[in-house]
C-alpha cells in the first residue's frame, strides 16, 4: 500500500547520504539529484530508477530505524549495480549481518503480518467456496489436524501458478482463474489439496518449487480421489486464455 499522494515518505538524509556513496565509489559525471523515500515492500527491497537528472529511490520501511551505516550500505548496493561499481567490502558485510540478523528477520515477519491481515480475503469466491471445501478435505484426507490456514483467491489472475501457500503467514492462495462456474469442484479441490500437501509437508523455500515436491509428497498427492481427473483437466486449462 501507498501512501497519499504528496505524502512521501522521505528517508532524513537521505539525499546526502546517497551523494556521499556516489563519490566515494568513484561513480563518473555529475551526480544526478537523489530523491529517497521508504517504501513498504514485503522485504527487504530497494530500487533505484532514473530519470533525467533524478535518482528515485525507494528503500524497504525495515530500514527505517536503522544506523546511518546501514543506509549507507544500502545506498552502495544500489548505487554499485546502477553505475557498475563495486561497494567497498566493509559496507557489504555491515549490510550482511544486518540482513541476517534476528532481529531484522523478525521485523520483517512482523511488518508482513500486519499488511496481511489488512488484507481481506473473500474465501467464499464466486462459484467455490474454499472454506467448506478446506474444512472437507481436512477431514477427509488429514484427520482435521492441518491448522485452519488464512484462506483466498488472488486479488488478479496469475499467469503461471494455480495455488500458493506461505509459511509465514499460514495462508494459502488459489489462483482466481479456477474461481469459474466451469472450473468444476474436483479441480479447485486438487489445487486446495496440493496447498495443504505443503502445509503438511514444511520446506525451507517459501515458494511453491520444483525442489519442495518430494517423493512422498508425490505420492501423498496421487491419493487424492480425483488426481487423474483433475491433472486431466488442467492440462488443457490455461489460465491466461480467458
Ligand atoms: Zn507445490
Not at 185 to 196: F, S, T
Amino acid at each position: 500500500m501507498t501512501g497519499l499522494r504528496g505524502h512521501r515518505k522521505r528517508v532524513p538524509g537521505g539525499d546526502r547520504i546517497f551523494q556521499r556513496i556516489f563519490t566515494r565509489l568513484g561513480c563518473q559525471g555529475r551526480p544526478p539529484q537523489f530523491l529517497v523515500d521508504f517504501h513498504p515492500y514485503a522485504g527487504l527491497t530497494h530500487t533505484v530508477r532514473l530519470r533525467g537528472d533524478t535518482a528515485h529511490v525507494r528503500l524497504s520501511d525495515v530500514l527505517r530505524r536503522a544506523p546511518v551505516s546501514i543506509i549507507e550500505s544500502a545506498a552502495a548496493i544500489l548505487l554499485g549495480r546502477l553505475y557498475r561499481r563495486r561497494p567497498p567490502g566493509d559496507l557489504l558485510d555491515l549490510y550482511r549481518q544486518f540482513a541476517q540478523s534476528a532481529d531484522t528477520r523478525a521485523k520483517i515477519m512482523a511488518l508482513r503480518r500486519g499488511r496481511a491481515r489488512k488484507l481481506d480475503l473473500h474465501p467464499s469466491g464466486s462459484h467455490h467456496d474454499l472454506h467448506e471445501m478446506y474444512g472437507a478435505l481436512n477431514e477427509r484426507y488429514f484427520s482435521c489436524v492441518l491448522p485452519n490456514p488464512r484462506l483466498g483467491w488472488s486479488k488478479r489472475s496469475w499467469r503461471s501458478q494455480l495455488g500458493c501457500f506461505d509459511p509465514a503467514l499460514n495462508q494459502i492462495i488459489i489462483n482466481r482463474m479456477l474461481d469459474r462456474r466451469d472450473v468444476p469442484d474436483y479441480v479447485v479441490a486438487y489445487v486446495l489439496y496440493h496447498e495443504m500437501l505443503h502445509q503438511k509437508h514444511p520446506v525451507k523455500f517459501e515458494r511453491c518449487r520444483r525442489a519442495s515436491h518430494s517423493a512422498e509428497f508425490r505420492r501423498e498427492e496421487r491419493q487424492f480421489a480425483d488426481y487423474a481427473r483433475a491433472m486431466k483437466f488442467l492440462k488443457h486449462f490455461s489460465p491466461g486464455r480467458r
